[in-house]
C-alpha cells in the first residue's frame, strides 16, 4: 500500500472515529445535554431531537441500496409488492406469470421440493401457489399503503428496497416519539445525554438487518415495527398522555388502527398488540362503567373487526380459507402444506432448542475481519442482558408496582417468547432476520428498565447515565460490525473487498 493511500485511510480514520469522540463528548457528565431533562425541550433541543432522529435514519436507510441483490437493479428480483400492486390494479389478487410449468401443474404435491428437482421443474421461489396460480403470501397491507398510491400518483413502480426505507425511517421516528413520551411519563429525570444514545441505539438494533437484505422479507417485517410502534405510541398516548377522554378515544382508535395493519403486513410481529391488554385494562380500572364507556371501547375495537374481516376476506378469495395467508402453499425448500396446523409441528425437545437458538446461542469470534457472526438476540446484543438483570433490582420492582407497569412489563417479557414460538412453528428453521420480529421488543423493554435505574439512581445520576450512553454506542458500533458479515447477497458477500477497506478505516490505515 503505497504512502498516498495510507494517508487516504488515516485520515478517513480520524474523521470517523472523530465523530465518535464529539458524540462521546457530547453525553460526558459535564455536558449541556447531560444538565437538561427530557421535560425540557426549547428550540435548540427540538432541533437536536430532530437531527438525532435524521441521522439515525439516514445511517439506516441509505445502505440499503449498496447491495445489487437487494436494490433493484434486477428488476425482477425480489419484486412481488411490484407485481401485487399490479395485479391489484388489473383486478385480481394473483401475479399473473405468464411462465407456469405445466410440470407443476402436474404435480400430485407441487410442495415437494425433492420432486420438484427430480422433475425438472421451472417454478417462481418463494411464492403461493394454489389451484393453477401463483400468489403472494406476504401481507398485503404496504401494497396498499405504498405501492399502489405511489404508482397511481407518479404512473411509474416503486422498487421494493425503497418500501423499506420508508417504513424504516417512520419506525425510527415512532421510537423517538414513543421513548420520549415513555421517560417524560416514568422517569422525568433521564437527560437528553441518555435519552439520545438509547434512542439511536435500540433504533439502529431494531432494524439493522434490514439495512443489509432490504428487499421483500424486510419489507414484511418494518412494515410491521412500522405499524407496532406507532400503535403503542398512540396507545400510551390513549392512556398515559391524554387530556381528556374524548383524545383518549381518537388516540386509540389510531392505535387500534395501526395494530391491526401490522396483522397485514406480518403476523408474528403483531403478535405485539398484547402489549395494549394491560394498557387497555388500567384505562378501564380508572372509570365506572357507563354506556359512554361502552360505546368508547366499541370505537376503539372497531378498527380490528374491519381490518380483521378484510383480511379473513382477501384469505378467502385466494385459499377458500380465510385463515390461511398462503403460508402452507409456498415453493420453498420445506413442504408446509403437510403442516395440518400450526401446532402439529410442536415437539418440546426441539422447540427448547429453538428457543434456545433465538434467544441465547453463542458463536465465538472469528478471526477474520469483521470477526462477530450472528449468534442469538441476548449474545448479538448483550445490553440487553444487563437490562433484564436490573429488573430484579428491589428499586424497580417498587417503581413498577408504585406506577402499576408490572403486568406491561410481564408481556413484555412474554411477547417476544410467544412471538419466537411462532417463529419456530410456522418455519422450517430460523434464520437472522426472523429476530427482527423480537429486536424491538427488547430494544423497548431495555430502554425502560434503564430508564427505571437512571431515575431511582440517587446521587450517582450522572456517572450512570455517562455509562449507559457508552453501552448504547457500543450497541450501535456492534450492528455495524453484524452488518458487515457477508451474508446473503448483501453489500460485503458481494464486494468482500470492502471488508479490507473498513478495516484500514477503523485501524487508521495501519491494518495489514
Request: aromatic share 18%.
Amino acid at each position: 500500500m503505497g504512502s498516498g493511500e495510507s494517508m487516504i485511510y488515516f485520515f478517513a480514520g480520524c474523521v470517523f472515529w472523530g465523530i465518535a469522540l464529539l458524540a462521546v463528548c457530547a453525553v460526558r457528565p459535564g455536558a449541556k445535554l447531560a444538565a437538561l431533562t427530557v421535560e425540557t425541550m426549547n428550540r435548540r433541543e427540538k432541533v437536536i431531537f430532530y437531527m438525532a432522529a435524521l441521522a439515525t435514519i439516514l445511517i439506516c436507510v441509505l445502505p440499503m441500496s449498496l447491495s445489487p441483490v437487494w436494490n433493484g437493479e434486477n428488476p425482477e428480483h425480489r419484486n412481488q409488492y411490484e407485481l401485487m400492486a399490479e395485479a391489484i390494479l388489473d383486478g385480481h389478487t394473483y401475479i399473473p406469470y405468464d411462465d407456469i410449468d405445466p410440470k407443476l401443474t402436474e404435480m400430485e404435491n407441487p410442495y415437494d421440493a425433492n420432486m420438484r428437482t427430480q422433475l425438472g421443474v421451472a417454478y417462481h421461489w418463494d411464492h403461493a401457489f394454489y389451484n393453477g396460480r401463483y400468489y403472494m403470501y406476504f401481507g398485503v397491507v404496504p401494497v396498499f399503503a405504498l405501492f399502489l398510491p405511489f404508482r397511481m400518483i407518479t404512473g411509474t413502480v416503486l422498487a421494493t428496497y425503497h418500501a423499506t426505507q420508508v417504513f424504516t425511517a417512520f419506525f425510527i421516528l415512532g421510537v423517538f416519539q414513543l421513548f420520549l413520551l415513555l421517560a417524560r411519563k416514568f422517569f422525568p429525570a433521564l437527560t437528553w445525554a441518555v435519552y439520545f444514545p438509547l434512542a439511536v441505539c435500540f433504533s439502529v438494533m431494531s432494524v439493522w438487518y434490514a439495512a443489509d437484505a432490504p428487499a421483500l422479507y424486510c419489507t414484511a417485517v418494518t412494515s410491521a415495527l412500522c405499524m407496532e410502534i406507532w400503535s403503542l405510541f398512540f396507545f400510551a398516548k390513549a392512556v398515559w398522555n391524554s387530556t381528556d377522554d374524548r383524545q383518549a378515544v381518537r388516540f386509540g382508535i389510531l392505535g387500534s388502527l395501526c395494530g391491526a395493519l401490522a396483522f397485514g403486513c406480518r403476523p408474528p410481529v403483531a403478535l405485539a398488540n398484547l402489549l395494549a391488554v394491560p394498557m387497555f385494562v388500567s384505562y378501564l380500572k380508572k372509570r365506572k362503567y357507563s354506556r359512554k364507556l361502552l360505546g368508547q371501547v366499541a370505537a376503539v375495537m372497531l378498527p380490528y373487526i374491519v381490518i380483521g374481516a378484510l383480511l379473513m376476506t382477501y384469505n378467502y378469495v385466494r385459499f377458500e380459507n380465510p385463515f390461511e395467508f398462503g403460508q402452507s402453499y409456498q415453493l420453498t425448500l420445506a413442504d408446509q402444506s403437510r403442516y395440518t396446523s400450526m401446532f402439529s409441528r410442536f415437539h418440546v425437545i426441539k422447540t427448547v432448542n429453538g428457543i434456545i437458538e433465538y434467544f441465547f446461542s453463542f458463536i465465538p469470534l472469528g478471526e477474520t475481519f469483521p470477526y462477530f457472526s450472528f449468534s442469538s438476540v441476548l449474545m448479538n446484543f448483550p445490553g440487553c442482558i444487563l437490562a433484564v438483570i436490573f429488573l430484579f433490582r428491589t428499586e424497580t420492582q417498587r417503581f413498577l408496582k408504585e406506577r402499576g407497569l408490572r403486568p406491561f412489563m410481564a408481556l413484555l417479557i412474554c411477547v417476544p417468547v410467544i412471538i419466537c414460538l411462532m417463529d419456530i412453528l410456522m418455519s422450517p428453521f430460523l434464520i437472522e432476520r426472523y429476530r427482527m420480529d423480537v429486536y424491538w421488543l427488547a430494544g423497548i423493554l431495555s430502554y425502560l428498565s434503564f430508564g427505571i435505574f437512571y431515575q431511582t439512581a440517587g446521587e450517582r445520576k450522572k456517572r450512570y447515565g455517562f455509562l449507559l450512553a457508552l453501552l448504547a454506542y457500543g450497541t450501535v458500533l456492534k450492528a455495524a460490525f453484524l452488518w458487515a458479515v457477508p451474508y446473503d447477497g448483501n453489500f460485503t458477500a458481494m464486494f468482500p473487498e470492502y471488508l479490507a477497506v473498513f478495516r484500514k478505516v477503523l485501524s487508521f490505515g495501519f491494518a495489514g
